[in-house]
């Protein structure tokens, strides 16, 4: 779905169903520590980014709210993929591990 700053997250929900206004980002609000969600977090948040670059279906993604300078909130995200069992350094990426078999399917085989 498209988030108020205009890209497609599939972790935004909104609601607009007979004059409703509902709006909420389901991968924040699974963290009961980030306190209340804003659309104004959508405008800098990476996870639509890390989605569009990485469909790995072993990575799952943790977001967190940071306060950054001058006390704007800030969107921090954590990935871990189920495969390798680690943290992933780089989540655009993606882990080691499943970013190697996908280059191996993409070399042409040498006869």
Known sequence: ???????ECPYFYGDYFR???VEECRLLSSNPNNG???PD???T???PGITRSNACENM?????????ALKNR?????AY???????VKEPHVGCELCHQELNLLDKPEST
Do not use: D, F, Q
Not at 1 to 7: K, S, V
Not at 81 to 87: G, P, V
């Open 81 to 87: 993929c189920s495969k390798s069992n680690a943290e």
């Open 36 to 38: 209340p969600w804003k």
């Open 1 to 7: 779905m498209r988030t108020p700053a205009g890209i």
């Open 74 to 78: 800030r969107v921090k995200v954590t």
């Open 19 to 21: 004059g409703r206004n």
């Open 60 to 68: 799952t993604l943790y977001a967190s709210v940071k306060k950054g």
């Open 41 to 43: 977090l959508c405008k």
């Open 45 to 47: 948040c990476p996870i």
